[in-house]
């Protein structure tokens, strides 16, 4: 009769021992942005690997996202006659949504599951225990300067992808359906505000940023140092990370409706 | 803050001592009540069959584990309440040497060496040149600088690791296993290179270990750990003398004795199902 509660308290334990460690780590990845900013080499090279070794992916996905944006767009809007608002369509869609969105799942696939393996990998070659004992504390100087890299680099990427994703959506529309060219800009200019539209996009994308690099990197500190470990942890980044962005960015939208 | 001397000027008393430390988790206790202690300068091997709790010992010489209760004091400090930047202070004073030397994959020979030199001193790039190369020509390496971890072999890539857990010239060095997996040769260069290390750089240097031949060939002090606890402790050539029957079974090498050669398990006949009546070899 007792086995029950037993496991169900045992079980909530656990979890609350998962979460609280969890949250500590996310405190000391925050505490080292200091260690971070007087070492700024260190962001950088990881700005490097993650940002700039994800801009093929972020790139190619931005312009076919525009490419279909305006065939379904230009699709439903003729029906009411106003073909020249694809532009504006185009433009609202990926900045307020796709974007952000769109690379920050592609940045947990790309750039995600790298750092989990890799931070997995370190750990299970003793290379985090080896800095330890060299007096070095490996949050501040591994794990850190990859949070703050991403905290960086997704906002850069997430404006990479809605940018080429805009100039996708042009080439569909005015060369290839020959939309005005001079309404499609004037109608996205008139109709997107920076600060509505953009900024909201670039909260998103900054938040995005820091789940998807703090989810990758908790599975890859906490993971169990054996192959088996590293691989089912590359895996759960993908998962989480994907299901925390989908999730936060509902919840963004509506607080973002309702201010 | 009061200021403590890193480097007091009287090196008196050992270097290490564990006083009646029991370690392990509350429902398995891996050691219980060892007591050692070791003098500057001198070699010590830990021996014992594989999971005795060698590597444990290890651990918590470098508090990677804590004692559930006793003592470790390095340098006449107790290190288990320290905070980690007092924790920190004192293992820039430890050099390890992990078994496979767990060296940065990402990073070259010489950045490997170099890492501890540049993440605790402020020294011109000229000078961690130099001392790098230093460092590597004392283990023979000098001429691998260039090369990345996945291009040298184990036994280099453990040179290496000890060229990196010197770096900082510390007191006292600690082995995981420095002979695992060499061939004859690297594993009669590694252990000289021990002893030499430590007698030219004034180290204090713990090994943790199975090869006995080579041990004992290098070691001033063998602890043989077995059982949860220090069974024997001497100079190596009391260790060869010992009556105790665990320790002759171990240093001759005999397969069976006091640590059984069989796991405990059901009765044989219990297991593949024989009758009573059968002979069982």
Not at chain 1, 57 to 85: D, K, M, P
Not at chain 1, 156 to 164: D, G, P, Q, R
Request: proline letters at 5%; hydrophobic letters at 50%.
């Amino acid at each position: 009769m007792k086995a029950l509660p037993t496991a169900i308290g045992r079980g909530l334990r656990l979890k609350l021992v998962d979460w609280g460690w969890s949250a500590r780590l996310l405190g000391q990845l925050l505490l080292g942005l200091g260690a971070c900013l007087r070492r700024f080499v260190l962001v950088r090279e990881q700005i490097f690997y993650l940002g700039n070794r994800s801009l093929s992916i972020i790139g190619v996905s931005g312009l076919f996202v525009g490419f279909v944006l305006a065939l379904q767009g230009y699709y439903t809007l003729q029906r009411y006659g106003s073909a020249e608002a694809v532009g504006l369509l185009v433009a609202l869609s990926l900045v307020r949504e796709l974007g952000p969105v769109v690379a920050a799942l592609l940045f947990a696939g790309r750039a995600g599951t790298s750092l989990t393996a890799e931070i997995g990998l370190m750990k299970a070659g003793e290379q985090l225990s080896a800095m330890e004992m060299m007096a070095v504390d490996p949050i501040k100087r591994v794990l850190a300067p990859r949070f703050w890299a991403g905290f960086i680099a997704m906002p850069l990427l997430a404006a990479v992808f809605s940018a080429v994703g805009i100039v996708g959506g042009y080439l569909v529309a005015v060369p290839l359906i020959g939309v005005d060219a001079g309404s499609f800009w004037s109608q996205m200019q008139g109709g997107v505000d920076v600060f509505a539209d953009v900024g909201n996009g670039v909260i998103k994308s900054v938040v995005f940023g820091v789940t998807v690099s703090f989810v990758a990197l908790l599975q890859g500190y906490a993971c169990k140092p054996t192959p088996e470990g590293v691989s089912a942890a590359t895996t759960r980044t993908v998962v989480m990370s994907s299901l925390a962005v989908l999730a936060l960015d509902f919840m963004l939208t509506a607080m973002m409706f309702s201010i | 803050m009061a200021f403590t001397d890193p480097h007091p000027t009287t090196p008196a008393g050992p270097l290490i001592e564990v006083r009646d430390v029991t370690c392990g988790y509350a429902d398995r206790i891996i050691l219980s009540n060892v007591n050692l202690s070791l003098a500057r300068g001198k070699v010590l091997a830990l021996i014992g069959s594989s999971g005795g709790g060698k590597t444990t010992l290890l651990r918590l010489l470098t508090r990677q584990l804590r004692p559930l209760s006793g003592q470790v004091l390095f340098d006449g400090q107790d290190l288990a309440p320290m905070n980690q930047d007092q924790l920190y202070a004192q293992r820039r004073r430890m050099g390890m040497l992990f078994q496979f030397g767990a060296l940065f994959t990402d990073l070259s020979v010489f950045e490997n060496v170099a890492f501890p030199l540049r993440e605790h001193t402020q020294l011109s790039e000229s000078m961690i040149r130099d001392l790098v190369l230093m460092k590597l020509n004392a283990v023979g390496l000098r001429g691998a600088r260039d090369l990345m971890p996945n291009e040298i072999s184990g036994g280099m890539a453990r040179r290496v690791a000890l060229a990196r857990a010197i770096a900082l010239d510390p007191d006292l060095v600690l082995y995981d296993e420095p002979f695992a997996g060499l061939d004859p040769i690297s594993l009669g260069v590694t252990a000289r290179l021990i002893r030499d290390l430590n007698d030219a750089l004034g180290l204090t240097s713990v090994i943790v270990t199975h090869d006995l031949h080579e041990t004992f060939a290098i070691a001033d002090h063998v602890v043989m750990v077995a059982n949860g606890g220090v069974v024997a402790q001497g100079t190596p050539d009391e260790l060869r003398a010992s009556q105790d029957p665990l320790v002759h079974q171990f240093v001759n090498a005999q397969s069976d004795g006091p640590v059984r050669f069989h796991q405990p398990a059901p009765p044989v006949r219990a297991d593949f199902g024989l009758p009573e009546s059968e002979e069982v070899a």
